[in-house]
Structures are given as structure tokens and as C-alpha cells.
């Protein structure tokens, strides 16, 4: 056990993020994200679409960096974090140590990892070897669907996952003592980096994409524009850009956000999306339909903290929105602070890191 005047373990963690190139300081990299050249990375540079479409995924993925440079825990000193992509990979490794016991870890999330196709196992076995640790944060379901995985498992030291099992042959690859956690998405958004609207305009916003955009969900659109006409607002592009999310609070009171049943896999089918989670951190109400296995959302509705509807039932949905609507200041604050406390990516990666 640690003496009360131990120090505090010292790690700096380095986003592996494959719209970056170079190894250098997140902060850096979210500074100059916005204006980057994204033709290059793009298989048809002159697809006007396609390149909105990249500026989406490319701000997101910044805004990653941006959770990852504010990381925090009572038990750690963070150390400023970095950002590197598929061709700095190994300079996580190579750049020198500012102090003899800081430890190094490189962050992976989704399907990244795959980017450094049949080299990846050999990449994470080299950081491994030379001291870097691994946390990988698969919001799918990576280990039926990432191909590398059972060669990047046996390299893990944290592994947070939305399967409910991992594929059994995949996990027997993860050593002993990884530090798995069972979690869904969650917001990746600085805890309380915009303030609480204590009395937002009345209003609903519909969070969904064009790749969901189906009959079904077109069906709940037209059902809520009809009952609540101009309170009702839909935002069905490819994603809402990360820089337009604050600007909703004062807007609406409440966040209609889609599942994920159009996904075939089990365990997406039974999720749903980050959207329910970054409107909570701006005190929106989240009204999310049930998903086929119901999965954490329906402990958050247990607790308060989401309102949830019966799937194709378009009556249960607008009771759910009105439901919403009427939630008080007071219930919204608690909406807001436990989303900011618990429910952001760098919240539960520093603690998935502390506790390795």
C-alpha cells in the first residue's frame, strides 16, 4: 500500500486519431483541426458531400482529442496529452520520457485500429514491448467485427466494449489482467464546458442522420411536426457538426434521439447512439425509443434521466415528449449534472485508466 505521501502516478496519454499525421500536442492538433486540408484523406477529393461528410467525422474525432487533453483524476497526474495517426504510431514509443516513471498510453476507439490493416498486431506488440500501454475503447462491436482484433487483444491493458459477451474466441486472446468494462457511448464532451439553460424555449430537436433516415423514423417526424408544429425542429443530415451542439440548449428543452435498430449486428441493435448522451450534457431531456435488448439506456430511464417510448408507437411518443416538456428546471439540472459527471468519454477513460 502507498504511504499518504506517496506521488501520484504520472501518465500522458496520446489519442491515436487517423485524420492526424504527425506525432504532436492535442492541443495543438484541436487548434488547427478545423482549418486542416482533408482532400488528401478522401478517396474522391472533388465530392463536394464527401468532404462535408469528412469535415463531420474529422471535428468529432478533434473533439476527442479536446476530452483526452482535459483528462482528470484524483489518483493521477495527467501529463499534457498528444495526438498521433497511422504514420506516428510508433513515435509514441521513440519520443523521450519527461520523467523516469511516466507511464504512456496510447488510446484507441471504434475501428481505428483496422487503419493499420495486417501490421496492427505487430504495431501494439512493439508499443507493448517497449512500454506503452493500450486502451481501447470499441463502441461496436469489435471483437466479431474489427478483423485485427484477435491480434491487438492480447496488447490490451484497458478494454471498454458494448458487447454483451465479447465473442468468446476473442476474449480468450485478452490477457488476465486487462481491465475490461461493458459501456455503451457515451458524450465526448468536456464535463460542464457549457453551462446549464435554466429556462430554454419550449422546444423539441429531432438528433438523427441520413443513414437512419428510414420509413420508421421518417413516420415519428412527420407524427411530431403534426402535433407540435413549430416547437418541433428535425436535423436529419449526415451529423450535427460538433461546434453547433451548445447552441441547442437554449433552443430546446427536449432531444428526440434515434436507436439503433436499423444496425444488424446484436450488440448495435440494442444501443443507440452518442446523441442521447452529449444532449443530457447540455440539459436537454433525451426521449430515445427502446431498443430490441433494451441494453444501459434502460438504467438511465429507471433512474430519471432519459424518458424512453415503446418502439412504432407514435401515441407512447408523443407522451414521451410531453412528458419531457414538462420536467422542471430541477429535474433537468440533475439530467445535466449526472451526464456531465458520468456519462463523457474522458470521465470513464481516466478512471478505466487509474484503475489498470
Known sequence: MKSAGARRRRIRVCYFNTWSDRLEDAADYVARAGAQDLRPKVAQPADAALLAKARLDCDWYAENARCFAALAHPAVDFLPAWVCGRESVLDVARAPRSFEDEERWLVTMGQQPQSLGPAAGKVFELLARTGVRHAFYAFDEASRTMPCFPEIAPHLSVLIHDEAPLDPR????????????????????????????????????????????????????????????????????HSLPVNGRAALAARFAVSVCPEGRKFTTPGMAATHTDRPFWSGCLGLVPVSEDSRAGGRLEDLHQAGLIVRYAHGDLKALGTACEQALELGAEARRRIYDHFNRHETVGTVLAEAIAAA
Not at 177 to 194: E, I, K, L, T
Request: glycine residues 8%; without cysteine; hydrophobic residues 45%.
Open 170 to 237: 476473442n476474449a480468450a486472446r485478452l490477457r488476465p489482467q486487462v481491465r475490461g468494462q461493458h459501456r455503451s457511448w457515451v458524450a465526448n464532451m468536456v464535463p460542464f464546458a457549457h453551462p446549464f439553460v435554466a429556462a430554454p424555449e419550449p422546444g423539441i430537436v429531432f438528433l438523427g442522420s441520413q443513414l437512419g433516415l428510414t420509413p420508421h423514423r421518417q413516420r415519428q417526424i412527420d407524427f411530431l411536426r403534426k402535433r407540435f408544429g413549430g416547437r418541433f425542429t428535425a436535423i436529419a443530415d
